[in-house]
T-cell receptor, first 116, second 117 residues
Framework: NAGVTQTPKFQVLKTGQSMTLQCAQDMNHEYMSWYRQDPGMGLRLIHYSVGAGITDQGEVPNGYNVSRSTTEDFPLRLLSAAPSQTSVYFC???????????????FGEGSRLTVL | AQTVTQSQPEMSVQEAETVTLSCTYDTSESDYYLFWYKQPPSRQMILVIRQEAYKQQNATENRFSVNFQKAAKSFSLKISDSQLGDAAMYFCAYRSAYGGSQGNLIFGKGTKLSVKP
């Protein structure tokens, strides 16, 4: 059971470049989300999804796009990378049952992104 | 909106001793979950312990236990018999039991725990 898989684990970009962080889960979780972690800031929510075809913004959505075409995948796109997007990114998922969230999130291993 | 506050940016404990990490939260909801996550240098987020708000009994997991004070909105983590492997960043987190945006996990800023041999 792979759980939540993120790729790539490390990436260096130049300002203005675009890229996609991939996230896949094999637990049939309806809820998926992306967080960014910055020193002294904890983890902050970027975007989330409660099912295929449904996405919404979190606390810090600017500069990021997401889509959810399948239950398994939830990619995060940076259309024009900026140095302020240098961070560690985490994808996470969990069960949803009858509209209620069931407990903890399962996290991927994180992706370290550096924008020069 | 809910908030989570960890007032101790850094803590230190001697190996084999006990340490308590503090966490307070603010919410108007009655049904929710509280979590402590551990993040070692590998940066993997590891769930340490969870507490359901409707349960009065404090959760325990081996050397880890919590002191959950619902009325005071306090959720501290106690680590007993500290080991070198406990050194990590610890995050307190809140999650509503309800759907939609309420179900998103809200993190504190973390407490960095050092363990001295």
């Amino acid at each position: 059971n792979a759980g939540v898989t993120q790729t790539p684990k490390f990436q260096v970009l130049k300002t203005g470049q675009s890229m996609t962080l991939q996230c896949a889960q094999d637990m049939n979780h309806e809820y998926m989300s992306w967080y960014r972690q910055d020193p002294g800031m904890g983890l902050r929510l970027i975007h989330y999804s409660v099912g295929a075809g449904i996405t919404d913004q979190g606390e810090v959505p600017n500069g990021y796009n997401v889509s959810r075409s399948t239950t398994e995948d939830f990619p995060l796109r940076l259309l024009s990378a900026a140095p302020s997007q240098t961070s560690v990114y985490f994808c996470a998922s969990s069960f949803v049952k009858l509209g209620l969230y069931i407990g903890e999130l399962f996290f991927g291993e994180g992706s370290r992104l550096t924008v020069l | 909106a809910q908030t989570v506050t960890q007032s101790q940016p850094e803590m230190s404990v001697q190996e084999a001793e006990t340490v308590t990490l503090s966490c307070t939260y603010d919410t108007s909801e009655s049904d929710y979950y509280l979590f402590w996550y551990k993040q070692p240098p590998s940066r993997q987020m590891i769930l340490v312990i969870r507490q359901e708000a409707y349960k009065q009994q404090n959760a325990t997991e081996n050397r880890f236990s919590v002191n959950f004070q619902k009325a005071a909105k306090s959720f501290s983590l106690k680590i007993s018999d500290s080991q070198l492997g406990d050194a990590a960043m610890y995050f307190c987190a809140y999650r509503s039991a309800y759907g939609g945006s309420q179900g998103n996990l809200i993190f504190g800023k973390g407490t960095k725990l050092s363990v001295k041999p």
